[in-house]
C-alpha cells in the first residue's frame, strides 16, 4: 500500500478530528496531494487539495473555514484538520496522490489513491 488514510472515527457535531494520509512509496515529494469523499449514496466528491510546496491549497465551498490541509514532505504525511464538525461531513475520507505539482479538484489528475479512512459525525 503506497498511500493509506487514517484518523477517522466517531466524533460529535461541532467537533473536530485530524486525518492524515501517509505515502509509503517515495523518498521524495512533488506531486499535490488531495483529499476526497464519499458519503453513502453519493458520488466521490472534492474536498481540499494541496500543491506538492504546500503553498497552494483549494477547498471545496462547504469546508472553507472548517478544514485545513496541511503537508509535511520530510515525513510523506498529508493531514486534513477538520473543525466545526456537521452531520453532512459524514463519508469516508481518501486521500489521493496527483500526477501534477499543483492542486486541482478534478479526480481524473489524480492517479493513485489510498484506502479510505470512515469519518462519522454525530448529531
Known amino acids: 500500500v503506497q498511500l493509506q488514510a487514517f484518523g477517522g472515527g466517531l466524533v460529535q457535531a461541532g467537533g473536530s478530528l485530524r486525518l492524515s494520509c501517509a505515502d509509503s512509496?517515495?523518498?521524495?515529494?512533488?506531486?499535490?496531494v488531495g483529499w476526497f469523499r464519499q458519503a453513502p449514496g453519493k458520488e466521490r466528491e472534492f474536498v481540499s487539495a494541496?500543491?506538492?510546496?504546500?503553498?497552494?491549497?483549494l477547498y471545496t465551498d462547504s469546508v472553507k473555514g472548517r478544514f485545513t490541509i496541511s503537508r509535511d514532505n520530510a515525513k510523506n504525511m498529508v493531514y486534513l484538520q477538520m473543525t466545526s464538525l456537521k452531520p453532512e461531513d459524514t463519508a469516508v475520507y481518501y486521500c489521493?496522490?496527483?500526477?501534477?505539482?499543483?492542486?486541482?479538484?478534478?479526480?481524473?489528475?489524480?492517479?493513485?489513491w489510498g484506502q479510505g479512512t470512515l469519518v462519522t459525525v454525530s448529531s
Open positions: 494541496i500543491s506538492w510546496r504546500g503553498g497552494s491549497t
Open positions: 512509496g517515495r523518498t521524495s515529494s512533488n506531486n499535490a
Open positions: 489521493a496522490r496527483s500526477r501534477f505539482s499543483y492542486g486541482s479538484s478534478r479526480q481524473g489528475d489524480f492517479n493513485l
